[in-house]
């Protein structure tokens, strides 16, 4: 049959359906073109001679919640937390934070805590130490 193709007969490659596409370039901001003048470098100037400062008194400053509190705890019975907090006008967590870091291990005294026959907590410091 002279107008029917078969397979076999006229093997010519198919044009392609889809038209491929050319590769598209990165969207890339433009770049900043760079200045034709240079500009000096900042000459170092000596600096002003800085004032002495006076150095801060050592030891713990009268009438602070410091001083308030280490006399407290130095008294021959000792302080209650109550009184400390009367005293300093701080919340309990704050008394016993500040006994054990700022007294205890920042100034280095020796705190002991007992408790009386009453059921309340008394912290103090042996008076040789302070």
């Known amino acids: 049959m002279p107008g029917i193709q078969t397979l076999g007969e006229n093997s010519e490659p198919k044009a392609p359906t889809k038209v491929p596409s050319a590769k598209l370039a990165r969207r890339v901001a433009p770049s900043k073109p760079q200045s034709t003048k240079k500009t000096t470098r900042a000459k170092k100037v000596a600096k002003a001679p800085q004032k002495a400062t006076q150095p801060k008194p ?43 870091g700022t007294l205890g291990k920042k100034m280095e005294h020796t ?20």
Not at 125 to 130: D, H, K, S, T, W
Request: glycine share 10%.
């Open 111 to 130: 705190v002991t805590s007992t408790k009386r026959a009453d059921g309340a907590r008394v912290y103090s410091i042996a008076r040789g130490e302070a």
């Open 58 to 100: 050592a030891g713990i400053r009268q009438g602070s919640k410091t001083a308030a509190v280490l006399t407290l705890i130095q008294r021959a019975k000792g302080a209650t937390l109550t009184e400390s907090m009367q005293a300093t006008s701080w919340q309990a967590h704050s008394v016993r934070g500040f006994i054990s």
